[in-house]
């Protein structure tokens, strides 16, 4: 399998598979909500569109980054989302860096979103789906977030070799920018779990791909639920 790792800003095509990565946290959110029971996620392109389709849906969860704010029922922290009931539910992302990502490529023929909580199902669909040619978008710091290069990177591996360690690449991933600002109250809306949620390895089985549904960008766990 031939890998790209780029960043949003240079994606000057549209590649025919995607992989969408965001650790630390919009990616390892979406996976504790499907954990959490959610049937499906829309991907809002803004905070404007985020809140309209609450205001349409009122029984779908709406979450961001940052602080709570009016109109909004979670914020982007694993350490807070895993505490929810979301069974049967219809969850809103709006995030910084994930959700632009993968609305960057919603005309891609196959878009997974990934993080290490579903590394090696990803790479398994990859196996079986994937083809030739994979496109991982480095969703942070305009593709040069080291802890969604090194958890791409990881995922590229484990494609092709069953061995692959990954102890150095959440090692990586640990002394990020991301995990430091985190760590230090830089970001908001954060639980002190957060980092540690954000490297637990394969903690579900399922991989995450997103499809356009009545011009929405929709998340969706494959096969299912944890």
Known sequence: ?????LGIPELVETPPVAVVVDV???????????AQGAEKIVLAESLDEALALKARHPDWVALKDGPPAPGFDAVNS????????????TVVQKTTAGTVG????????????????????????????????????????????????ACAQYI??????????????LR???????????????????HPDDI??????????????ATSEDSLMVLRPHPGHA
């Open 172 to 190: 990586r991933a640990g002394a990020s920018r991301a995990a430091s600002e985190l760590a230090e109250g830089v970001r908001q809306g954060v």
């Open 1 to 5: 399998m031939k890998a790209r790792f």
């Open 102 to 149: 993968a609305l960057a490529v919603k005309d891609a023929s196959l878009v997974l979103c990934a993080s290490f909580v579903v590394a090696e199902a990803t790479a398994r669909f990859l196996r079986e789906r994937g083809g030739d040619s994979v496109t991982f978008v480095v969703t942070g710091e305009d593709g040069r977030a080291d802890e969604d290069l």
């Open 78 to 89: 694993p350490g807070l989302l895993r505490s929810l009931d979301l069974g049967g539910r």
């Open 156 to 169: 590229a591996r484990r494609v092709t070799e069953d061995a692959t360690d990954a102890d150095g690449f």
């Open 24 to 34: 630390m946290r919009a990616c390892t959110v979406a996976a504790w909500a499907f």
């Open 196 to 209: 540690a949620l954000c490297l637990e390895l394969d903690r579900f089985p399922f991989a995450m791909v």
